[in-house]
């Protein structure tokens, strides 16, 4: 069991099942989920893309995992993250967050939520959907890792791509969305395929990525 384990390519898991994974789903249930059906795969929901950047946001200096653990309870305390609604959001509705155990009370995030949420209105007046204007930062294959190894992710919390994307919403007035966090927030909607090579989900989400139709 150990010259196996010790046989893997590094950043990768075995779990149960026998697949082979990305290191970082640690083996939990609720993890692995989030990894096999989620994680890497493209999205052009509105809603789905604005709740991920606020949920980074919140994540900052803290685990995903924890924010993973509570992402029901953000939803109902951010009306499952509809722009609009969020937008709305006033004095009252900052008090019943910073109150609410199910989230993470960070009074600077929840206000950084509501303003984000009137920003990503304004952008999408500007591009039609806040798709349209988040999948233009999509790197191109030349700013990509010849191999996507664990080596490789560690060397690069944040990319070019990464850059470029959190300069342009700072300039627009959004908050918590530096470079790391945006580097988060495009691997796990799939602006990127960052599972490691030898990730049985990797030819998955490559297979998505090929097929989705950029908005």
């Known amino acids: 069991m150990v010259a196996e384990a010790q046989a893997l390519p590094e950043g990768l898991r075995r779990g149960e099942d026998g697949l082979l994974r990305c290191f970082w789903q640690m ?12 994680w890497g795969l493209p999205v052009e929901d509105d809603t789905r893309l604005f709740e991920k950047l606020c949920l980074e946001g919140f994540q900052s200096g803290l685990s995903w995992l924890t924010i993973l653990r509570k992402r029901e309870g953000f939803r109902a305390a951010f009306a499952g993250f509809d722009i609009d609604r969020v937008a709305a959001f006033g004095e009252e509705d900052i008090e019943r967050c910073v109150a609410d155990a199910g989230i993470v009370r960070h009074r600077g995030k929840i206000v950084s939520t509501i ?3 009137r920003q990503a209105q304004k952008v999408r007046a500007e591009f039609g959907s806040l798709a ?16 996507v190894s664990y080596a490789a992710l560690v060397a690069n919390p944040k990319t070019e791509a990464s850059i470029r994307l959190s300069k342009d919403l700072k300039k627009r007035g959004w908050t918590f969305v530096g470079p790391t966090t945006v580097y988060a ?28 139709v950029r908005p």
């Open 27 to 38: 083996g939990l249930p609720d993890y692995i989920r989030y990894h096999d059906e989620e």
């Open 115 to 117: 303003n984000n949420a």
């Open 185 to 212: 927030f495009m691997q796990a909607m799939g602006m990127v395929n960052d599972h490691i090579e030898g990730c049985s989900c990797r030819a998955r989400a490559e297979e998505a990525r090929l097929r989705f």
């Open 132 to 147: 349209r204007y988040l999948w233009q930062f999509e790197p191109k294959p030349a700013e990509r890792p010849a191999e």
